[in-house]
């Protein structure tokens, strides 16, 4: 067992979803250079933003993250994204077993809009995300432009 379904990982994972809570990510990376035991291994409230300054190039890592953006002057949407992170610097029997491993975390944070794939920090810029989750959400009130 990958332990993705560990009490620490849930219990973080129910904050990202809450809104009585200010955490809005998490990050969980591998317990150790080999297997597949996962752990928690940071919180935080700084949104995407914070988020990437958390990954490491040299490791597989895994992130749920909570967005707000806003459709209107009116309203504010919530969505909830998954992020496989497989640094530049990841070991290439890493990199093989993750998309065999990322399926008990998937699992474990099932509610997420969208999955992105990052090898670079660049492929997390919140407007790129947020255009990708305006697509998803099937409602887009700035006429593509995101």
Known sequence: MSGADSPEILAAYDAVRSD???TN???ISYAAATGDALKLTATGTGGLEELTTKLDDS???YAYVRVEYA???E???VKFVLVI???EGTKVMRKARVSIESGAVKKALGHHSIQVDARD???LDEKDIVARLRKAGGADYNGGRG
């Open 75 to 77: 309203s504010k949407r």
């Open 71 to 73: 459709n209107d002057t």
């Open 20 to 22: 009585k809570d200010e």
């Open 85 to 87: 992170w497989i640094g």
């Open 25 to 27: 990510w998490l990050l």
């Open 59 to 61: 490791q597989a890592q």
């Open 121 to 123: 920090k660049g492929d």
